[in-house]
């Protein structure tokens, strides 16, 4: 039986140390169909070089990364991000991305749900933007343990709370394995999520855990059931990529190609 990789995605921070242009390429040649691309490596190639490398590898581009980290102290700030936000909106219209995803960022102070009032207040600022240019916008919800520096928003059932407001067709979510497997409520959150779902991200969650940024595991070296929660997604409608996301510098320090070698046959197995 052939492999089945039409549906895998690179999200390029698996192999961070190549560049936008080495990632693509890579794609090509390991028949990796599409590509999630981090926002400091699109500015490093430029976004005009970026979609023509793109297109001409014949890929497509499962997410850009990422949009959000709304609050800051002062007014003037919090325009700035903004205004960030509205360039990565066309960032993403240029790419032809399948949706923006959006790290809503931490609180300034210790009033946390001010600051999820105040995600709230910025996405519903951004939102007509992304409708006029036809970009989807994925909250993604992270994992409790890094509520104090970088997001505010820690479940899926808080995410979806917010895009409830908007179209599905706008306003989704981010699923990431590593963010919500431990969640009481994941399954019911997931089923609730039926057509916001705009991107799906995986990697596994290794025991003892190394760190809470840099401790993503390849999957399968971890506890999360990967097949149950895809199972779960497709049954909400999701039939988009599969991005795999890892942040490791065991994996970083891999040669990429080793790195996209091991990614296929853990997706094989695993996912």
Known sequence: ??????????????TQRWSLRQAIE???????PAIGIWRDKLQEAGLAPAAR??????????????GGWFLAPTPAERQARLDDNRRAIDEAAELNADALVLV?????????????????????????????????LGIEPL??????????????????????????????????????????????QIARAAGRIHSYQVSDWPVPLPDTFMGRAMMGDGVIE????????????YTGYIEVEIMNRAIWDLPGEEALRLMKERYLAHV
């Open 143 to 188: 994992h409790p343990m890094v509520a104090a520096d970088r997001s505010a928003v820690v479940t899926l059932a808080q995410a979806l709370n917010m895009a409830q407001r908007y179209d599905a067709d706008l306003v989704g979510v981010t699923v990431d394995t590593f963010n919500i497997w431990w969640d009481p409520e994941l399954y019911p």
């Open 53 to 66: 490398w793109v297109r001409e590898a014949g890929l497509r581009v499962s997410t850009l990364c990422r």
């Open 26 to 32: 890579g794609c090509a040649r390991h028949g990796i």
């Open 226 to 237: 990967l097949r149950r929660i895809r199972s779960a997604v497709e049954g909400a409608g």
């Open 104 to 136: 809503c960022g931490p609180g300034f102070d210790r009033d946390i749900q001010k600051a999820r009032a105040m995600i709230e207040e910025a996405i519903a600022a951004i939102a007509p933007y992304a409708r006029e240019r036809r970009v989807k």
């Open 1 to 14: 039986m052939t492999a089945d990789f039409s549906r895998l995605s690179l999200n390029q921070i698996t």
